[in-house]
């Protein structure tokens, strides 16, 4: 009976893509413009097959990972210094809420003028959307830490390293992950938006392509393939930010 | 005449916040001989955890000397003094037993050792079925007895216990404080314990301290002349009822 | 240093001072270039000379977006509603919802495009795609937070699914509400001006994207000030309307 409640969601999903597939069939839908999943399908693994794809899969993997690896520690550095800091923090805060809650996305114009269509573009946009989630992410972990575990610390003899080490660290963990999570998202949306907006190469630039060209197929099983990857990443992330954050339940 | 293992002469703490002053405690004079169990009562505010903080070296007194068997308290010596808090303030993502190997682990002590005393000293406050347990797992009784645990790993000499029972119900108050006085009595160990119930102070201890009102001065200490061990049935007698009306009757008057 | 709230706001204030008089002076002799950015002076003498233009492309752009709002926000928050006022739904719902949010909702544009053509349309399609889950794990998450003892009392009083939706479960979730609102706005907004830049025939996106065609830095920058002028004046009547609901839970 655990199992019963997934088990309806697989069923649900399969339902939908079984109702598309008939309504393609039956001409309900036009299959120029939605063709049957049965035609993706094979689409899908030819595409995994080509050189180029999984060469334009590597570009947008690529700007991904550099744009995060960029934004998470320069986005912690700056919440944890905002944090530890009172005087610069509460100056800073209000300026740091009021430009997360901006769109980022409308800026993608001024780092095309700036940066052109290249790599770099994608990895600088990617960089500036995310690094807000992570700054308040690293604000809000040194909030969480409870500071009556730094006297238990202390009473016991810890030094300074050894508080950082055996408080600060394991209680800002989850909180650091979820944030990590939640940007990775941003960052992922960010990079396609670039690329789907103007680039030279990038799985975002040949979607856009095969719009342009009604090549259906193609295009829909480019969306599965980046759908899949953006979830298996999320899930990850989950899984690792539940690992660490076990100890955070409610008491039963 | 033995050296105390607790020693406070002229202790003096003021607290400085936003520029304004405030006196905590004002010219504490107190000798503890080694083995005592001293409880520490007074109306909130009065400064008997301030006081507590820095026999545990978390603080410096502003004025006056603090002595442990006759040695300066400089900063926290969890070998010789060792705290448990009102709220167990278990670290969360440790289990019980990990939470009381914690101090040994700030010390250096190999992971088997360490886990082994600490299992140890889990059987020795009952827990020992609930040694790989995490904190939200157990009840608010369950955590004391951890940080009762945690607060004995090292064989400190002094033992501070600031309003352990406080955020505990009656029942789970009363067996804890069996609890420590037998730990007390097959340790000898010396134990000041803060308190707000009354009935509490006069059942666990040797004496009373009594503390005023912010700034906090000793202005009464009474010593408990009950037999020992003590039994729940003494709480009904005539000394019981006198000891606390003579705490009481300070408490009472000092200015809210 | 800086400790009192006054000694704070000044700072702020200096702050802001400091980075508009960087922003009108470092182009202005070079230090930047002005074709990455121009001085505020021109980004603001752009919308003024343009003006004709960006009134004629606002309403299509403004229509959009509330059509889109209505559908996202509204279809989002009534949903979450449903869904949340079911234990079993909402533990089936929440996986499903979360892992869409994963999902890079911006690669759909170029199927809306392909179903809706560059019209109106597609943006309407596309922005309420991009807003509609985001609102909806909001406001289902939201509700899931509550205390269960409130519909617990709720269905033990007699109430029916619908009473006790309307009358325990929305008013204790005012504050969701809003925080969904405030999500799938801004979500709806940019959604609609991204698309817009992506490919349309009018609306302000579709003038940021010609501006920067064109190397008119000072266009784009003013088409830029004039969405987040929208996303100010949305924020504005969501805090009026929190205000409003903060009255009626205090009465």
């Not at chain 2, 360490?114 to 406050?125: Q, V, Y």
Request: proline fraction near 6%; glycine fraction near 8%; charge should be positive.
């Amino acid at each position: 009976m655990r199992y019963l409640e997934p088990l309806l969601v697989a069923v649900g999903v399969c339902g939908i893509f079984g109702l598309w597939e008939a309504m393609v069939a039956a001409g309900i839908v036009n299959a120029r413009i939605a063709p049957a999943p049965s035609t993706i399908a094979p689409m899908l693994v030819e595409l995994l097959g080509r050189a180029n794809v999984i060469k334009s899969l590597g570009v947008t993997l690529y700007e991904v990972a550099v744009a995060f690896l960029i934004s998470v520690p320069v986005g912690f550095f700056i919440g944890f210094t905002l944090a530890e800091m009172p005087g610069l923090g509460a100056v800073f805060r209000p300026v740091v809420n009021f430009l997360f809650g901006v769109p980022k996305s409308i800026f993608l114009p001024i780092f095309i003028l700036i940066f052109g269509v290249g790599i770099e573009q994608k990895i600088a946009f990617g960089v500036f959307t995310t690094v807000f989630v992570l700054i308040l992410g690293g604000i809000s972990a040194v909030e969480s830490v409870p500071r009556e575990l730094v006297t238990v610390a202390r009473a016991y003899g810890a030094n300074r390293l050894q508080v950082v080490r055996e408080i600060y660290l394991p209680a800002m963990a989850p909180v650091l992950l979820e944030s990590a999570r939640l940007g990775m998202i941003f960052n992922i949306t960010a990079v396609l938006l670039a690329e789907i907006y103007g680039a030279r190469d990038g799985i975002g630039y040949r979607i856009a392509g095969w719009g342009e060209s009604l090549q259906m197929p193609q295009l829909y099983a480019a969306l599965a393939i980046v759908a899949t990857l953006a979830i298996a990443v999320n899930e990850l992330l989950q899984q690792l930010e539940t690992r660490l954050g076990a100890w955070r339940q409610r008491p039963a | 005449m033995t050296q105390s293992a607790v020693s406070a002469r002229a202790v003096t703490q003021n607290f400085t916040v936003e520029g304004q002053s405030t006196l905590a405690l004002d010219a504490i004079d107190l000798e503890i001989p080694p083995g005592q169990f001293v409880a520490l009562v007074g109306p909130s505010g009065c400064g008997k955890s301030t006081l507590l903080s820095l026999v545990a070296g978390l603080r410096l007194p502003t004025g006056g000397t603090l002595l442990c068997n006759g040695e300066p308290i400089v900063g926290p010596v969890p070998q010789r003094i060792g705290m448990i808090f009102q709220e167990a303030n278990l670290l969360p993502w440790l289990t019980a037993v990990e939470n009381v190997a914690f101090p040994l682990k700030l010390r250096g002590m190999p992971k088997r050792e360490r886990l082994e005393a600490a299992r140890a000293m889990l059987d020795l406050t009952g827990l020992g079925n609930f040694a790989d347990r995490l904190p939200h797992q157990l009840s608010g009784g369950m955590k004391q007895r951890v940080s009762i645990g945690r607060g004995l790993v090292q064989d400190p000499g002094v033992l501070l216990l600031d309003e352990p029972f406080a955020a505990l119900d009656e029942q789970t108050r009363m067996v804890l404080g069996d609890e420590v006085l037998r730990i007390w009595a097959r340790t000898g160990k010396t134990v000041m314990f803060v308190t707000h119930n009354l009935s509490e102070a006069v059942y666990l201890a040797d004496r009373i301290i009594v503390f005023s009102a912010r700034p906090g001065r000793i202005v009464d200490d009474v010593p408990v002349d009950l037999p020992r061990p003590r039994t729940f049935s003494m709480m009904s007698s005539e000394r019981f009822g006198a000891l606390k009306d003579r705490i009481w009757a300070h408490i009472r008057d000092a200015d809210h | 240093m800086l400790r009192t709230p006054r000694q704070i706001r000044w700072a702020q204030a200096a702050l802001a001072v400091f980075v508009l008089a960087s922003w009108e002076l470092l182009p202005r002799f070079g230090v930047i270039p002005r074709l990455f950015v121009p001085s505020l002076s021109e980004a603001i003498g752009a919308l003024y000379e343009y003006r004709a233009e960006y009134l004629a492309h606002l309403p299509a752009t403004l229509v959009e977006i509330l059509v889109s709002y209505v559908i996202a926000c509204g279809g989002g928050v009534t949903l979450g509603m449903l869904i949340a006022s079911s234990p079993r739904a909402r533990r089936m719902a929440l996986p499903v919802l979360r892992s869409a949010y994963a999902v890079p909702m911006v690669v759909l544009y170029p199927v809306m495009m392909v179903w809706f053509g560059l019209g109106m349309g597609s943006k309407v399609a596309f922005a309420t795609v991009f807003a509609f889950v985001p609102t909806l794990l909001t406001t289902v998450a939201g509700v899931a937070s509550l205390s269960p003892h409130l519909l617990e009392t709720a269905r033990a009083f007699g109430a029916n699914r619908w009473q006790r939706i309307l009358y325990v479960q929305v008013p204790a979730s005012l504050p969701t509400l809003i925080a969904a609102l405030r999500l799938g706005g801004a979500l709806v907004i940019v959604g609609v001006t991204v698309a817009e830049m992506l490919g349309a025939v009018e609306g302000l996106g579709f003038l940021i994207t010609r501006h920067r065609t064109l190397l008119n830095s000072p266009g784009v920058y003013g088409g830029i000030i004039l969405v987040l002028l929208i996303t100010s004046a949305h924020e504005v009547l969501l805090r009026r309307l929190e205000q409003r609901v903060q009255k009626f839970r205090e009465s």
